[in-house]
């Protein structure tokens, strides 16, 4: 008897053969390195936070200069009444002024804003590093799900081949009795559900790399590689998280939250403002007068020390929020590491197990019917968890490759 046609189904590779599609086949593979590499380049947010950074480290030189002084001319005392009206020279009080005048600001409070600012810089560029290593995890996550997606597809556009054969012949099948039509419309029911897969996988693969777009350009529309990569782990990790960028962020949020209670400390102390003014009177002696003016600080308890802590409060909620991040990382890890472990321990099932029993059932199946002991509905069967498991293998492979690729982001380390 001729040998059942769905066999071919249990040699599937989940990835062995191009997709024949619109890009062109000789077109170059986008790697895993190549899309970082690219990722790592032109990014708008990354060279924000760097502007950021250098208008702080600007600021902070500004802010350890004293104040420019202020040039004050003028005319005073000039009479608009009585009979020296409109005379700058017949009354002895008119005088043509010009002066200078400077806020001193001391030096303790413009060293404590200069190293505020600097802090600032610091949380900036933290920013960017953090940034550029969300970065890189997004464009691995969306260039696995890529892969993932076409691998779907590959397998599939396979599986729908065999399954349209086994449909003909079960339906040729029907008037010799060797079959039945439950068999042809359950056949042809898999057909149906195969290619409904086959385009959710396409859409699937269209999102991904609309997604990796957004990082990379163009470059996201190459030829992907044929396999999912099994992505390998950073030797030492838990350790490593302690330097996480994200947590570097909070850090320095706090350093810059500390650097505002200095100076909120440093108007404790008031500066004074001086002036000098020279007085010209056409007809008369000329004046010099000089004064020095100091705030009088009657209400410290109210304004002054009130300012205090509310910065306090504010770097206290720093703090905070940087052992927030540092729970939430570890959270992040503990969780992307059960998700490695249950996905690596499937993919050991499936391989060991499961799919070497399906393909011996399978043909067990297939040795009964050539035997005339069997029917087609159970090879039809066994194909059809043959090609479930085979699907739910791609997808746990991707499911390990995305938790492994956010360990490593964790790890702050690169994807390999």
């Known amino acids: 008897m001729r040998t059942y046609p769905l066999v071919a189904v249990a040699a599937v590779a989940l990835a062995t053969a191009a997709i024949a599609e619109d890009r062109p086949v000789t077109a170059p593979v986008l790697t895993i390195q190549d899309a970082l590499?690219?990722?790592?380049?032109?990014?708008?947010?990354?060279?924000?936070?760097?502007?950021?950074?250098?208008?702080?480290?600007?600021?902070?030189?500004?802010?350890?200069?004293?104040?420019?002084?202020?040039?004050?001319?003028?005319?005073?005392?000039?009479?608009?009444?009585?009979?020296?009206?409109?005379?700058?020279?017949?009354?002895?009080?008119?005088?043509?002024?010009?002066?200078?005048?400077?806020?001193?600001?001391?030096?303790?409070?413009?060293?404590?804003?200069?190293?505020?600012?600097?802090?600032?810089?610091?949380?900036?560029?933290?920013?960017?590093?953090?940034?550029?290593?969300?970065?890189?995890?997004?464009?691995?996550?969306?260039?696995?799900?890529?892969?993932?997606?076409?691998?779907?597809?590959?397998?599939?556009?396979?599986?729908?081949?065999?399954?349209?054969?086994?449909?003909?012949?079960?339906?040729?099948?029907?008037?010799?009795?060797?079959?039945?039509?439950?068999?042809?419309?359950?056949?042809?029911?898999?057909?149906?559900?195969?290619?409904?897969?086959?385009a959710d996988a396409k859409g699937a693969e269209a999102h991904a790399r609309a997604e990796l777009a957004r990082w990379i350009g163009n470059a996201a529309q190459r030829t992907l590689p044929d396999a999912i990569p099994n992505l390998a782990l950073p030797a030492s990790m838990q350790d490593q998280m302690l330097d996480h960028p994200h947590l570097r962020v909070a850090i320095a949020e706090q350093a810059a939250a500390q650097r505002q209670v200095d100076v909120a400390r440093t108007e404790r102390r008031p500066d004074l403002t001086w002036s000098v003014n020279y007085g010209f009177r056409p007809s008369f002696g000329d004046f010099v007068s000089a004064q020095v003016s100091i705030p009088l600080q009657i209400n410290r308890e109210g304004l002054q020390n009130r300012k205090i802590a509310e910065a306090q409060d504010r770097a206290d909620a720093a703090a905070l929020r940087s052992e927030d991040v540092r729970r939430d990382l570890e959270e992040q890890y503990q969780t992307a590491l059960a998700d490695y472990r249950g996905a690596d321990a499937q993919l050991d099932s499936l391989t060991r197990t499961a799919i070497p029993s399906l393909e011996a059932a399978f043909k067990t199946a297939?040795?009964?019917?050539?035997?005339?002991?069997?029917?087609?509905?159970l090879p039809l069967n066994i194909v059809r968890r043959y090609v479930e498991t085979n699907i739910t293998l791609v997808e746990q492979e991707g499911k390990r490759a995305r938790a492994a690729a956010e360990i490593i982001y964790l790890m702050g380390e690169d994807a390999r």
């Open 37 to 198: 590499a690219l990722a790592s380049g032109d990014q708008p947010m990354v060279a924000a936070y760097t502007r950021d950074a250098q208008a702080s480290e600007e600021a902070a030189v500004a802010a350890r200069s004293l104040p420019d002084p202020q040039l004050s001319v003028g005319v005073q005392d000039f009479p608009v009444t009585g009979r020296t009206a409109f005379s700058p020279t017949r009354d002895d009080f008119t005088m043509y002024m010009i002066g200078i005048m400077r806020e001193q600001v001391r030096r303790s409070k413009r060293e404590a804003e200069a190293a505020q600012l600097k802090a600032e810089a610091v949380v900036s560029r933290e920013q960017a590093s953090a940034q550029q290593v969300h970065i890189r995890r997004d464009a691995t996550v969306a260039w696995l799900n890529a892969v993932e997606a076409a691998a779907k597809e590959r397998l599939l556009l396979r599986v729908i081949g065999d399954l349209k054969t086994g449909q003909k012949i079960m339906e040729a099948g029907v008037p010799t009795g060797a079959s039945s039509p439950a068999l042809a419309l359950e056949a042809q029911a898999e057909v149906a559900l195969a290619q409904s897969q086959l």
């Open 366 to 377: 297939e040795a009964r019917y050539q035997g005339g002991q069997g029917s087609l509905d």
